[in-house]
């Protein structure tokens, strides 16, 4: 069965920085497109970057572009989450995903695409 285990959340002040990561057990990621979302209070869950599963593509909500970077690194089933400039509008609890097919050629941002989740980790960003 796998399982996506987040980490790397906290309280930060405006403008600092996070990484979050995201560990993967139970299915090798290597061939999966991987996502982060994140679900403010309140909202509905948002797409937030993705990263193609070679790790040559990217693509990010406009309200990250320039200041969040996805990456991933396949030999340790690993996914990860820098993010600079933080704003407190980035308040929100962060989720990894994975896409439901293997080797898919294009990106996606829609929450129904993602079969495997994890449970979150918070991110809390004071003014």
């Known amino acids: 069965q796998v399982q996506l285990v987040e980490s790397g959340g906290g309280l930060v002040q405006a403008g600092g920085s996070l990484r979050l990561s995201c560990a993967v057990s139970?299915?090798?990621?290597?061939?999966?497109?991987m996502a982060w979302f994140r679900q403010a209070p309140g909202k509905e869950r948002e797409f937030v970057a993705t990263?193609?599963?070679?790790?040559?593509?990217?693509n990010y909500a406009d309200s990250v572009k320039g200041r969040f970077t996805i990456s991933r690194a396949n030999a340790w089933n690993t996914v990860y989450l820098q993010m600079n400039s933080l704003k407190p509008e980035d308040t929100a609890v962060y989720y990894c995903?994975?896409?439901?097919?293997?080797?898919?050629?294009?990106?996606?941002?829609?929450?129904?695409?993602?079969?495997?989740w994890g449970q979150g980790t918070q991110v809390t960003v004071s003014s």
């Open positions: 990263i193609s599963w070679s790790g040559d593509r990217t």
């Open positions: 995903a994975a896409d439901r097919w293997p080797g898919s050629r294009f990106l996606k941002k829609d929450l129904a695409d993602f079969g495997s």
């Open positions: 139970g299915r090798t990621i290597s061939s999966y497109n």
